[in-house]
């Protein structure tokens, strides 16, 4: 069983910089792939980055990259989401996933967080 919280949300303006933070419990979070994924209110939710068990393999949604970086300290058991020149469509609640997938562009994690809130104003 693994247990996700995410941190770091918040208001920010655009142009601006946010570092969300995935922290987990469990033994197994190291050897689980993690997704960053992202839900605007009367959208559907998107994949916006995901990074292997290892940290060596990292996938990224075709808007995202280049502004968002995602990253993982397993000794922390921790997952992060860098944002970068953050726009106001970027604006969404925020939610990490952990799990086994055989692929980063995979959706159907086992585990989920609670979300965080990410709101730009323009």
């Known amino acids: 069983q693994v247990q996700l919280v995410e941190s770091g949300g918040g208001l920010v303006q655009a142009g601006d910089s946010l570092r969300l933070s995935c922290a987990a419990s469990?033994?197994?979070?190291?050897?689980?792939?993690v997704g960053w994924f992202r839900q605007a209110p009367g959208k559907e939710r998107e994949l916006v980055a995901a990074?292997?068990?290892?940290?060596?393999?990292?996938y990224y949604s075709d808007s995202m990259e280049g502004r968002f970086t995602i990253s993982r300290d397993n000794a922390k058991n921790t997952v992060y989401l860098q944002m970068n020149s953050l726009k106001p469509e970027d604006t969404a609640a925020y939610y990490c996933?952990?799990?086994?997938?055989?692929?980063?562009?995979?959706?159907?994690?086992?585990?989920w967080g609670q979300g965080t809130q990410v709101t730009v104003s323009s």
């Open positions: 996933a952990a799990g086994w997938l055989p692929s980063l562009r995979r959706t159907n994690y086992d585990y």
């Open positions: 469990g033994r197994s979070f190291s050897s689980y792939n």
């Open positions: 990074i292997s068990w290892s940290g060596e393999s990292t």
